[in-house]
Protein backbone atom coordinates (compact mmCIF):
# COMPACT_ATOMS: atom_id res chain seq x y z
CA UNK A 1 0.00 0.00 0.00
CA UNK A 2 1.38 3.65 -0.88
CA UNK A 3 2.40 5.38 1.82
CA UNK A 4 0.96 9.43 0.24
CA UNK A 5 2.93 11.02 2.69
CA UNK A 6 5.90 9.55 1.76
CA UNK A 7 5.30 10.37 -1.47
CA UNK A 8 5.23 14.03 -0.96
CA UNK A 9 8.08 14.17 0.83
CA UNK A 10 10.05 12.11 -2.36
CA UNK A 11 8.59 14.79 -4.52
CA UNK A 12 11.26 17.32 -5.79
CA UNK A 13 10.85 21.05 -5.01
CA UNK A 14 9.36 22.73 -7.89
CA UNK A 15 11.65 25.63 -8.31
CA UNK A 16 11.80 28.53 -10.91
CA UNK A 17 14.15 28.56 -13.57
CA UNK A 18 16.29 31.42 -14.34
CA UNK A 19 18.41 31.28 -17.54
CA UNK A 20 22.04 31.97 -16.72
CA UNK A 21 21.98 34.93 -19.11
CA UNK A 22 19.31 37.02 -17.77
CA UNK A 23 21.22 36.32 -14.15
CA UNK A 24 24.26 37.33 -15.48
CA UNK A 25 22.54 40.66 -17.07
CA UNK A 26 20.72 41.29 -14.18
CA UNK A 27 23.47 41.22 -12.01
CA UNK A 28 25.29 43.45 -14.01
CA UNK A 29 22.53 46.19 -14.49
CA UNK A 30 21.35 46.29 -11.14
CA UNK A 31 24.64 46.12 -9.61
CA UNK A 32 25.30 49.43 -10.80
CA UNK A 33 22.45 51.19 -9.97
CA UNK A 34 22.41 49.65 -6.36
CA UNK A 35 26.75 51.25 -6.09
CA UNK A 36 24.48 54.41 -7.31
CA UNK A 37 22.30 54.04 -4.29
CA UNK A 38 24.84 54.03 -2.35
CA UNK A 39 26.52 56.61 -3.23
CA UNK A 40 23.84 59.07 -3.44
CA UNK A 41 22.66 57.88 0.70
CA UNK A 42 26.51 59.94 1.43
CA UNK A 43 27.51 57.70 3.61
CA UNK A 44 30.33 56.21 2.12
CA UNK A 45 30.08 54.88 -1.39
CA UNK A 46 30.20 50.48 -1.97
CA UNK A 47 32.96 48.61 -1.37
CA UNK A 48 33.36 47.45 -4.67
CA UNK A 49 34.01 51.29 -6.32
CA UNK A 50 35.37 52.57 -3.21
CA UNK A 51 38.78 52.72 -4.21
CA UNK A 52 38.01 53.73 -7.64
CA UNK A 53 36.33 56.33 -6.75
CA UNK A 54 38.47 57.83 -4.42
CA UNK A 55 41.37 57.52 -7.00
CA UNK A 56 38.50 59.95 -9.34
CA UNK A 57 38.60 62.85 -6.40
CA UNK A 58 42.89 62.59 -6.89
CA UNK A 59 43.16 62.12 -11.11
CA UNK A 60 40.20 63.48 -12.32
CA UNK A 61 41.03 62.80 -16.02
CA UNK A 62 39.48 59.67 -15.80
CA UNK A 63 35.84 58.96 -14.14
CA UNK A 64 35.06 56.53 -11.73
CA UNK A 65 33.86 54.32 -14.53
CA UNK A 66 36.90 54.42 -15.91
CA UNK A 67 39.12 54.08 -13.01
CA UNK A 68 36.93 51.16 -12.22
CA UNK A 69 37.67 49.79 -15.13
CA UNK A 70 41.36 50.17 -15.84
CA UNK A 71 41.59 48.37 -11.76
CA UNK A 72 39.70 45.31 -12.77
CA UNK A 73 41.99 45.24 -15.66
CA UNK A 74 44.87 44.89 -13.41
CA UNK A 75 43.25 42.18 -11.21
CA UNK A 76 42.21 40.34 -14.11
CA UNK A 77 45.96 40.69 -15.14
CA UNK A 78 47.27 39.05 -11.52
CA UNK A 79 44.11 36.20 -12.17
CA UNK A 80 46.12 35.46 -15.67
CA UNK A 81 49.45 35.35 -13.94
CA UNK A 82 48.57 33.52 -10.54
CA UNK A 83 45.54 30.89 -11.29
CA UNK A 84 46.92 30.44 -14.98
CA UNK A 85 43.12 31.80 -15.71
CA UNK A 86 41.59 30.39 -19.29
CA UNK A 87 42.27 33.34 -21.78
CA UNK A 88 37.98 33.09 -23.26
CA UNK A 89 37.35 33.48 -19.48
CA UNK A 90 39.50 36.48 -19.12
CA UNK A 91 38.26 38.34 -22.34
CA UNK A 92 34.91 37.42 -21.41
CA UNK A 93 35.69 39.53 -17.81
CA UNK A 94 37.26 41.84 -19.75
CA UNK A 95 34.45 42.81 -21.97
CA UNK A 96 32.23 43.08 -18.57
CA UNK A 97 34.53 45.16 -17.09
CA UNK A 98 34.19 48.30 -19.86
CA UNK A 99 30.35 47.44 -19.64
CA UNK A 100 30.28 47.56 -15.99
CA UNK A 101 32.36 51.23 -16.24
CA UNK A 102 30.14 53.09 -18.60
CA UNK A 103 26.82 51.21 -16.73
CA UNK A 104 28.32 52.91 -13.65
CA UNK A 105 29.12 56.24 -14.86
CA UNK A 106 25.32 56.46 -16.51
CA UNK A 107 23.48 55.20 -13.44
CA UNK A 108 25.93 58.28 -11.31
CA UNK A 109 24.23 60.10 -14.04
CA UNK A 110 20.85 58.84 -13.89
CA UNK A 111 20.57 59.30 -9.86
CA UNK A 112 22.28 62.43 -9.69
CA UNK A 113 18.97 64.31 -9.10
CA UNK A 114 17.87 62.42 -6.28
CA UNK A 115 16.26 64.29 -3.27
CA UNK A 116 18.55 64.12 -0.22
CA UNK A 117 16.71 64.53 2.94
CA UNK A 118 17.92 62.05 5.64
CA UNK A 119 15.17 59.18 5.13
CA UNK A 120 15.45 58.92 1.61
CA UNK A 121 19.49 58.89 2.16
CA UNK A 122 18.72 56.06 4.69
CA UNK A 123 16.61 53.98 2.21
CA UNK A 124 18.98 54.66 -0.66
CA UNK A 125 21.73 53.19 1.61
CA UNK A 126 19.56 49.70 2.54
CA UNK A 127 18.49 49.29 -1.32
CA UNK A 128 21.99 49.61 -2.17
CA UNK A 129 23.37 47.83 0.71
CA UNK A 130 21.31 44.20 -0.07
CA UNK A 131 20.65 44.58 -3.82
CA UNK A 132 24.92 44.38 -4.12
CA UNK A 133 25.69 41.16 -2.32
CA UNK A 134 22.43 40.29 -4.35
CA UNK A 135 23.76 41.11 -7.79
CA UNK A 136 26.82 39.36 -6.94
CA UNK A 137 25.24 36.13 -5.92
CA UNK A 138 23.44 36.25 -9.60
CA UNK A 139 26.54 36.83 -10.68
CA UNK A 140 28.19 34.07 -9.45
CA UNK A 141 25.40 31.89 -9.95
CA UNK A 142 24.90 32.47 -13.99
CA UNK A 143 27.80 30.10 -13.84
CA UNK A 144 29.63 32.84 -16.35
CA UNK A 145 32.55 34.22 -15.93
CA UNK A 146 32.53 37.80 -13.29
CA UNK A 147 33.47 41.12 -12.81
CA UNK A 148 37.18 40.66 -11.34
CA UNK A 149 36.58 42.55 -8.85
CA UNK A 150 34.46 39.67 -7.91
CA UNK A 151 35.91 36.93 -10.20
CA UNK A 152 39.52 37.63 -8.46
CA UNK A 153 37.78 36.79 -4.89
CA UNK A 154 36.27 33.81 -6.71
CA UNK A 155 39.23 31.98 -8.93
CA UNK A 156 41.81 32.75 -6.04
CA UNK A 157 39.10 30.77 -3.65
CA UNK A 158 38.72 27.98 -6.26
CA UNK A 159 42.68 27.45 -7.20
CA UNK A 160 43.95 27.89 -3.31
CA UNK A 161 40.98 26.23 -1.79
CA UNK A 162 39.99 29.39 0.23
CA UNK A 163 36.34 29.81 1.40
CA UNK A 164 34.36 32.50 -0.78
CA UNK A 165 32.42 34.36 1.49
CA UNK A 166 35.32 34.20 4.16
CA UNK A 167 38.06 35.75 0.72
CA UNK A 168 35.37 38.21 -0.14
CA UNK A 169 35.58 40.07 3.43
CA UNK A 170 38.67 39.94 4.02
CA UNK A 171 39.35 41.42 -0.24
CA UNK A 172 36.50 44.42 0.89
CA UNK A 173 38.03 44.80 4.00
CA UNK A 174 41.58 45.42 2.37
CA UNK A 175 40.38 47.44 -0.56
CA UNK A 176 37.97 49.84 2.41
CA UNK A 177 41.57 50.01 4.21
CA UNK A 178 43.58 51.17 0.89
CA UNK A 179 40.74 53.52 0.37
CA UNK A 180 41.05 55.42 3.54
CA UNK A 181 44.56 55.42 3.43
CA UNK A 182 44.62 56.91 0.51
CA UNK A 183 41.86 59.25 0.72
CA UNK A 184 43.60 60.80 4.02
CA UNK A 185 47.11 61.17 2.86
CA UNK A 186 46.37 62.03 -0.61
CA UNK A 187 43.04 63.78 -0.37
CA UNK A 188 43.91 65.74 3.37
CA UNK A 189 40.82 63.89 4.83
CA UNK A 190 38.52 61.17 4.44
CA UNK A 191 36.24 61.36 0.95
CA UNK A 192 33.48 59.02 -0.35
CA UNK A 193 34.45 56.41 2.16
CA UNK A 194 32.24 56.55 5.20
CA UNK A 195 30.52 54.62 7.60
CA UNK A 196 28.43 52.77 5.07
CA UNK A 197 31.53 51.51 3.36
CA UNK A 198 32.60 49.38 6.36
CA UNK A 199 29.46 48.02 7.04
CA UNK A 200 29.41 46.38 3.76
CA UNK A 201 33.13 45.32 3.98
CA UNK A 202 31.87 43.26 6.71
CA UNK A 203 28.96 42.08 5.77
CA UNK A 204 28.73 41.88 1.96
CA UNK A 205 30.70 38.47 2.27
CA UNK A 206 27.70 37.05 4.60
CA UNK A 207 24.93 38.22 2.33
CA UNK A 208 26.11 36.48 -0.08
CA UNK A 209 26.28 33.63 1.34
CA UNK A 210 22.24 34.25 2.69
CA UNK A 211 21.09 35.39 -0.53
CA UNK A 212 22.62 31.82 -2.34
CA UNK A 213 21.30 29.72 0.12
CA UNK A 214 17.81 31.16 -0.15
CA UNK A 215 17.75 31.11 -4.03
CA UNK A 216 19.00 28.14 -3.75
CA UNK A 217 15.29 26.84 -2.50
CA UNK A 218 13.72 28.63 -4.57
CA UNK A 219 15.03 28.62 -8.36
CA UNK A 220 17.50 27.13 -10.62
CA UNK A 221 20.18 28.95 -12.85
CA UNK A 222 20.47 26.84 -16.61
CA UNK A 223 21.79 28.35 -19.62
CA UNK A 224 20.09 29.31 -22.52
CA UNK A 225 23.36 28.54 -24.41
CA UNK A 226 25.47 25.86 -22.39
CA UNK A 227 28.21 25.40 -25.17
CA UNK A 228 28.45 29.43 -24.80
CA UNK A 229 28.79 29.50 -21.13
CA UNK A 230 31.11 25.90 -21.15
CA UNK A 231 33.32 27.87 -23.59
CA UNK A 232 33.67 30.97 -21.67
CA UNK A 233 33.87 29.54 -18.14
CA UNK A 234 37.00 28.14 -16.80
CA UNK A 235 35.88 26.79 -13.49
CA UNK A 236 33.80 23.53 -13.51
CA UNK A 237 30.12 23.95 -12.25
CA UNK A 238 30.56 21.55 -9.26
CA UNK A 239 33.21 23.53 -7.75
CA UNK A 240 31.13 26.46 -8.03
CA UNK A 241 28.46 25.41 -5.94
CA UNK A 242 30.44 24.44 -3.45
CA UNK A 243 31.94 27.98 -2.70
CA UNK A 244 28.59 29.56 -3.14
Do not use: H
Not at 5 to 13: C, K, S, V
Not at 146 to 166: A, Q
Not at 170 to 179: A, C, L, P, Q
Amino acid sequence: MNNPNLQTENAPNKRFVLPAEISLLLGLVLLTFSIGFIRASNFGVAVLTSVPFVISQKYTFFSAGTWSTIIMLLLLLVLIICTKKKLTAALMSLILSFAFGGLLDLAEMALAGLPTGLPLRILYYIIGFFMIPLCITLFEKSGYPMLPFDSFVRDMSNYYGWKFSVAKTIFDVGFVGFSVLFSIFALGGLRDVGIGTVISAVFTGYFIKLFSDLLDKVMVVEPWFPKVRAFFSDTPREKESSQA
